[in-house]
Nanobody, 125 residues
Framework: QVQLVESGGGLVQAGGSLRLSCSASGRTFGDYSMGWFRQAPGKEREFVAAIISWHGGMTNYADSVKGRFTISRDNAKNTMSLQMNSLKPEDTAVYYC?????????????????WGQGTQVTVSS
């Protein structure tokens, strides 16, 4: 089992940057493929980015963030990050990190077994 805690959210102006972090408990963090999802008020949770287990050689991004967001992981520190650049007001949401065991990159939230509590990102225009 793994427990996830997000940090790094906040208020930023459009065009600015934020870096989200997801800290994981447990000794086998490398075994888990990881993802970022977000949920805006009144909307369903949507996929943002995912990174495969271990060396993170495979990543996937939602079209809406491709070229602006970068997902990465540091297995030695049990952390995953999401660097968000050129932020837009439509990026405003609660951002969640998620984990699933195995070598599998998925855009579907039902494929993930563990979730953090979320961190708020607000982008002002």
């Amino acid at each position: 089992q793994v427990q996830l805690v997000e940090s790094g959210g906040g208020l930023v102006q459009a065009g600015g940057s934020l870096r989200l972090s997801c800290s994981a408990s447990g000794r086998t963090f490398g075994d888990y493929s990881m993802g970022w999802f977000r949920q805006a008020p009144g909307k369903e949770r949507e996929f943002v980015a995912a990174i495969i287990s271990w060396h993170g050689g495979m990543t996937n991004y939602a079209d809406s963030v491709k070229g602006r967001f970068t997902i990465s992981r540091d297995n030695a520190k049990n952390t995953m990050s999401l660097q968000m650049n050129s932020l837009k007001p439509e990026d405003t949401a609660v951002y969640y990190c998620a984990a699933r065991r195995g070598v599998y990159v998925s855009e579907l939230h039902r494929d993930y077994d563990y979730w953090g509590q979320g961190t708020q990102v607000t982008v002002s225009s």
